[in-house]
């Protein structure tokens, strides 16, 4: 069972431009962490946010904490290769557990 | 500092056999995680251990099962293994129940 939906599943963009990725539930979490992995790696955490509306940057990347603490968004400004990977958000649901999106698997081109 | 460790890094196994892998968490962690991650999807939650003791426990067959040591290194085991079973096993590390996680690179189980 996903009680994390994250859209788009697959976004393939030019170096430069900007791009945002969502993570969407039903259900109210706790916290919120997003992760990107590369192939055979990981996850990596990039950012945990807790409060409802809060807003991290890091770097060139801004993550969305939503009022109702049910959804977030991760904003990429001017996306390097660097950038490319399978972009995950988790949720702390029920005190102990984790739930992960099915991830958005992201391509920066040159 | 050495981050989550985990061994092998990759694995072949025939159906039906049994499997055990191994997982180190980062120093002063006390808390296990294990994890499930099919090609394509986002991990999905197997086990956590905090202090030898299991604390939450995920939607999978009793085929699968863990446990952890004084040391706070942590085993997941799986018997009469299917093919559906090939996946990236993930382990987390945290220094409590409910922090924040950090993962190993998994171990790659193939099933044939």
């Known amino acids: 069972t996903q009680l994390l939906e994250q859209s788009p599943q697959f976004l393939s963009i030019q170096e430069g431009e900007n791009l945002t990725v969502y993570c969407n539930s039903s259900s109210v979490f706790s916290s919120l962490q997003w992760y990107r992995q590369e192939p055979g790696e990981g996850p990596v955490l990039l950012v945990t946010?807790?409060?409802?509306?809060e807003v991290k940057k890091l770097k060139r990347l801004t993550f969305q904490f939503g009022d109702a603490r049910k959804d977030s968004s991760l904003h990429i400004t001017a996306a390097q290769p660097g950038d490319t990977g399978l972009y995950l958000c988790?949720?702390?649901?029920?005190?102990?557990?984790?739930?992960f999106g099915s991830g958005t698997k992201l391509n920066v081109k040159p | 500092d050495a981050g989550v460790t985990q061994s092998p890094t990759h694995l072949i196994k025939t159906r039906g056999q049994h499997v055990t892998l191994r997982c180190s968490p980062i120093s002063g962690h006390k808390s296990v995680s294990w994890y499930q991650q099919v090609l394509g999807q986002g991990p999905q939650f197997i086990f956590q251990?905090?202090?030898?003791?299991?604390?939450g426990r995920g939607n999978f067959p009793d085929r699968f099962s863990a446990r952890q040591f004084p040391n706070y290194s942590s085993e997941l085991n799986v018997n009469a293994l299917l093919l559906g079973d090939s996946a990236l096993y993930l382990c987390?590390?945290?220094?409590?129940?409910?922090?924040?996680?950090?993962f190993g690179q998994g171990t790659r189980l193939t099933v044939v």
């Open positions: 251990y905090y202090e030898k003791e299991e604390r």
């Open positions: 988790a949720g702390k649901y029920n005190f102990n557990k984790f739930y």
């Open positions: 987390a590390s945290s220094l409590a129940v409910g922090r924040e996680a950090f």
């Open positions: 946010v807790v409060t409802g509306g």
